[in-house]
């Protein structure tokens, strides 16, 4: 019964971080019957739900891969805590996102097969959902031991051509606007970023100036991104997408919404280093 009081550490102590976490990955639920009205009373509310179970599923998955950065930056080791649990919770979500896809099919398991096997977005999103059930069945630590150690973390390497599928999979069933899918690539970009960056620098902890620059060129690759997108799609000129970047009564572009996150990453990284910096020094003064 232990293994399944998510709320327990591995020492079997209250977690406050786990609870935060079980919390975060519940919070979808009861957003979803806090708007049962809305749902219940809408053209088509399975057709909502699978939609919600699938951005909610691509959520943790980002989180998942945001922890060991974060925890970097943050200098909370703790955090690793908690990777396998949202992880777990990312399948969750995209175990309901394709249970949902099965209702509102009419459990026509034939129908569901044929759509999953001819239709381009759904055969990228039904690798994405094998990948993960893969990465979720191999996550205990009995599976680490069969694997071992090399062989396990070679295949949840995988996490990241995943993550990629599941993303390309979100922007196909987004039939208009496609700023928030734009928004969680650029998100994206900025994770894979830091692993290259922390790689090529041969060390995890990178500078608040490497953040830096990681936040500008993550932002501008997002504003060519979207432009170029945008381009392709209506037949017109990405320079003349970019020319309306700085027209903020349209709304604000997603290019600068990475730009917002990945500055606030750096104010952290920055405050939390000034931080470290000082305590030292406080510890030496009470010495004295």
Not at 41 to 46: E, L, T, V
Not at 87 to 100: N, P, Q, R, T
Not at 138 to 160: E, F, K, N, P
Not at 167 to 172: A, D, G, M, R, S
């Amino acid at each position: 019964m232990s293994a399944w009081q998510l709320w327990r550490d591995r020492r079997g102590r209250l977690s406050p971080l786990r609870i935060a976490a079980l919390a975060l990955l519940l919070f979808p639920l009861a957003k979803a019957l806090f708007d049962y009205d809305a749902i219940a009373h809408g053209a088509r509310p399975f057709n909502d739900l699978i939609h919600r179970a699938g951005f909610w599923a691509l959520i943790f998955l980002g989180l998942s891969l945001a922890v060991t950065p974060f925890r970097r930056i943050v200098r909370y080791g703790n955090l690793i805590d908690v990777r396998r649990m949202i992880g777990v919770g990312a399948f969750c979500y995209i175990a309901a996102h394709l249970l949902l896809y099965v209702v509102d099919q009419k459990y026509d398991l034939a129908k569901v097969v044929s759509e999953l096997t001819h239709r381009l977005y759904l055969i990228i999103g039904g690798v994405a959902w094998l990948g993960l059930a893969v990465l979720a069945v191999t996550s205990t630590d009995g599976m680490v031991r069969r694997l071992g150690g090399m062989r396990w973390r070679r295949l949840h390497q995988a996490i990241y051509a995943i993550a990629l599928l599941a993303l390309i999979h979100y922007f196909q069933q987004t039939k208009a606007d496609v700023t928030v899918p734009t928004f969680a690539a650029g998100l994206l970009t900025w994770l894979f970023g830091y692993r290259l960056l922390a790689w090529w620098r041969g060390t995890g902890d990178l500078s608040s100036l490497a953040l830096l620059g990681l936040a500008v060129v993550v932002s501008l690759l997002t504003f060519a991104g979207e432009a170029i997108g945008i381009g392709i799609t209506f037949g017109v000129s990405p320079l003349r997408v970019l020319d309306s970047v700085f027209d903020f009564d349209a709304g604000i572009r997603p290019g600068w919404q990475v730009l917002a996150a990945g500055l606030a990453v750096v104010i952290l990284d920055f405050a939390r280093s000034r931080w470290n910096s000082r305590a030292p020094r406080s510890r030496t003064v009470a010495a004295e």
